[in-house]
């Protein structure tokens, strides 16, 4: 069995300054781990995933985020916000099978404040 | 351009309606996927094909059928036996096997009235 905790349903932050969100999984054997972007009344678009080649993943949109075994942890980081990064964001996780058992966190909104 | 196409954009249905929502891509992915997308909830699968002619059942397919009788294709059918169907739906396609994510259609908004 495999699940994503996302810590903070709402996250406010300033323009500028660092944006952090949390996201821990569970998951009996090695994960792919991804972050997804959904603005109003869209689709997700996929922001990064991380496949066990490296722990640091670099996404678009200046996002990062690292894998951390010991901490279980999956947190996605950008250190200046825009006001375009207001959006929902969603951590998922999936055992290294293939995408179809994919679980999804329950998602953080991040609001941009100026 | 290659993605996925969701149609309509917003639907309205009476209750006791059945609806059908469609999806489309031409990405040539092997797998499709429906979501139902509700505030705070996340998202939640209704049914997955992985192969033409052949699909699975999600966490909630309760209330919901599918078909996959083309590879492009894959709509979802919302019955009148879904008893609170007003929700964001949401349809993905993927390579299938590993190492690959999902491509997600714009989704469409159903509302009972």
């Known amino acids: 069995a495999q699940s994503v905790t996302q810590l903070g349903s709402h996250v406010s932050v300033s323009e500028g300054a660092l944006v952090l969100l949390r996201c821990n999984y569970s998951?009996?054997?090695?994960?792919?781990l991804f972050w997804y972007v959904q603005y109003p009344n869209q689709g997700l678009q996929l922001l990064l995933k991380y496949t066990s080649a490296a722990t640091l993943v670099k996404g678009i949109n200046g996002f990062e985020a690292e894998f951390k075994k010991s901490e279980t942890s999956f947190h996605l980081t950008k250190p200046s916000a825009h006001m375009s990064d207001a959006a929902e964001y969603f951590c998922?996780?999936?055992?290294?099978?293939?995408?179809?058992?994919?679980?999804f966190g329950t998602g953080t909104k991040l609001q941009v404040i100026p | 351009d290659g993605g996925i196409t969701q149609s309509p954009k917003y639907l309205f249905r009476k209750e006791g309606q059945n609806v059908t929502l469609s999806c489309e891509q031409n990405?040539?992915?092997?797998?499709m996927y429906w979501y139902r997308q509700d505030p705070g909830q996340g998202l939640r699968l209704i049914y997955y094909?992985?192969?033409?002619?052949?699909?699975q059942k999600g966490d909630i397919a309760e209330g919901y059928s599918v078909s996959r009788e083309k590879k492009e294709s894959f709509p979802l059918t919302v019955t009148s036996a879904q008893k609170n169907p007003t929700a964001f739906y949401l349809c993905?396609?993927?390579?299938?096997?590993?190492?690959?994510?999902?491509?997600f259609g714009q989704g469409t908004r159903l509302t009972v009235v």
């Open positions: 094909s992985q192969i033409v002619n052949d699909f």
């Open positions: 998922a996780v999936t055992p290294s099978g293939g995408y179809q058992k994919v679980t």
């Open positions: 993905a396609s993927s390579e299938g096997g590993r190492n690959t994510e999902a491509f």
């Open positions: 998951s009996s054997v090695p994960p792919y």
């Open positions: 990405l040539n992915h092997d797998a």
